[in-house]
């Protein structure tokens, strides 16, 4: 009876374990559905004679042309300085300069005080950058305007190290060239991420016990 109780148990317990797959941007696009009813082979979704290459419709594919290049300077300084003196004297108070008092006290001179203060501030920074990279990116929507959401991602992977490069924008129609290319220059809120992940990437970067003191550490 023990036997029966337990594997009843285990056969309750049992379950099969699925995987849940997302379907990947292509396959979310609906393919133009067939329709002859106007009695013409011409379809939605067929490419005119006189077409061009450019993207305009989501899910098509541009190409971007990276070329960043910044740079920027600054320097500043201050100097400040303040020389101030002071002093004060009664020669005659009520006869008391006559009297005994003159020994002890200098009443010409009861008061005398200056001060002095200087302050030299300087500073100064620089930053300069050049990114270069060709990159294809999908349009993942078109706005009533006609400008094409675009966002792309690239992965190249050489010895276990990675290099990343992840894009997103805006892009208007007529900014794309008739080979279907883009300069990154003329991407609206353009967003541009390269980095690494790897062995050498995390070499580059210090460990986490020196990223928890310059935290704690008061000085």
Partial sequence: MALLALTLLLAGCAHEQAQVRTPA?????????????SGSIWQASSVGLAEDLKARRRGDIITVV?????SASKQASTGTGRDSSMSAGIPKLLGLEKTPIKTWMDLANMISASTSSKFDGSGSTSRQEDLRATISAKVVDVAPNGNLLIE???????????????????????????????????????????SGKG???DRQSPG????????????
């Fill in 66 to 70: 990276i070329s960043e290049q910044a």
């Fill in 199 to 201: 062995v050498i990437s």
């Fill in 152 to 194: 792309g991602t690239r992965n190249v992977k050489v010895n276990n190290e990675d290099q990343i490069i992840v894009l997103t924008g805006t892009v208007r129609s007529r900014d794309i060239s008739s080979d279907n290319t883009v300069s990154s220059a003329l991407i609206a809120d353009a967003r541009i991420n390269y």
């Fill in 25 to 37: 941007f292509d396959e979310q696009i609906p393919k133009p559905q067939v329709n002859y009813a």
């Fill in 208 to 219: 986490w016990l020196m990223n928890v003191l310059d935290k704690v550490w008061p000085f």
